[in-house]
């Protein structure tokens, strides 16, 4: 019985070792596969991106202690062609827009590089890897971690990153090459000074009277 669960637990030791180095194998196999495949050369195109810019008092749009925050949606049109990223051992891929600003650290003057997300899809398919999309909506709100954003009159430029899950092996991330550099100016949108009151109802005590 000891000799059995000894030999046990050297062939499972063995198949461990042996499915750790084919996976390893596996993994730079298929990111070499991509490379040759030239999916750094997947380009991705963008029009008419429009900004739109409004203030929110709620936590759930960064507000912090009543203190408004100014936020950011965007509406855009894209065209790219993902199918590049599928291969025998893609199982799926993540691809996300992001709007891109550099800000400057106040402590250590330092540039900062900024990315937030504005939209996301997940592709199961080679046949639904190519996208055209117009005047999409972003999913998601974004702002930055100052009060004011479009206010700053800062400038964002817009890019198309992936994410490729395999079914064995390691993830791969990576962005597509922008067709026409595109740069976007936040417009301005004053603070509102106004918000809403909150309801006051007044209680008068009852009169008492006597019979």
Known sequence: MDTFIRRSQAGFGKLTTALT?????VGLLTILELKLGGVSYIGAAFDNVEPTMRWFDTRMFGAIDGNRKENARFA????????????????QVYAYVTIDYDTMSTSSGLINQNSLVIWDTIIESPDRANLTMKNARSKYSVYDIQSAFGSLNREVSISLRWNIQPRLGFLSYGV???????????????RSKTRSAKRVVSQTPPVETSS
């Open 76 to 91: 855009f049109d894209m065209d790219v062609d993902l199918t590049g990223l599928f291969n025998w051992n893609t199982k």
């Open 176 to 190: 597509t090459r922008s067709k026409n550099q595109m740069k976007v100016v936040l417009p301005r949108k004053p």
């Open 21 to 25: 180095f084919l996976s390893v194998f």
